[in-house]
């Protein structure tokens, strides 16, 4: 649960800057006394720091009143097509590195450079998202999810966050390789068209 707030956190801040906090590990661990005192003092009275809750200190970070659009900025989880809510996996906020300021000694309006920010991550089965031509956004729109499309078995097919290019496209090559490999499940030639599913053709949804 700390992770998982952790790196929403870490896309926020990345995206917009301040009021998010910089939660990164280098900059969480210098200001320890800040953001969890309590936590520090539970630690020096003997609690164990595995019992000690890290979720509600790093909560107590969340800017006011930003804080109500978290959910709504970085959900947790993402409904596809076939009705199920699948969890989205965000970038390590150390491996995000910021933007930097471009002409700062020049007096001219040179818009600030922002390095690449990497997407969230969605894995889920390539069946479950027929019918869907755009893949989802968070942070207002700003930010693209990649998308892992899974084989039933889970194994990695495609990575692509233009899913209207991969129907059209890639999605032919992939159903001749794996049709015979998965013949209970359904493999339509126009995706676009066909039901998402969750399991084989019998099932269905």
Not at 31 to 48: F, V
Request: some cysteine; glycine content about 6%; aromatic content about 6%.
């Amino acid at each position: 649960a700390f992770e998982n707030l952790r790196t929403r956190l870490g896309l926020l801040r990345a995206v917009f800057g301040e009021p998010w906090p910089d939660v990164t590990w280098e900059h969480l661990s210098v200001t320890l006394d800040q953001w969890c005192p309590e936590t520090l003092d539970r630690i020096a009275k003997g609690s164990d720091p595995a019992r000690v809750d890290l979720v509600s200190a790093l909560r107590g970070l969340l800017p006011w009143p930003e804080a109500a659009r978290l959910d709504e900025l970085v959900p947790t989880h993402i409904d596809v097509p076939s009705g199920s809510s699948i969890r989205l996996d965000y970038p390590d906020p150390d491996l995000v590195e910021p933007g930097t300021e471009s002409g700062a000694d020049d007096e001219s309006t040179a818009a600030p450079e922002r390095a690449e920010i990497p997407s969230p991550v969605l894995a889920v089965k390539l069946q479950e998202c027929f019918g869907w031509t755009d893949v989802p956004r968070v942070c207002d729109g700003r930010v693209p999810v990649t998308m892992h499309l899974l084989s039933p078995a889970r194994r990695p097919l495609a990575v692509t966050s233009d899913l209207a290019s991969f129907w059209a496209n890639a999605y032919a090559h992939v159903r001749a390789e794996n049709r015979g490999r998965y013949p209970k499940h359904p493999w339509p030639e126009d995706p676009l068209t066909a039901p998402a599913a969750k399991g084989t053709k019998r099932s269905g949804r």
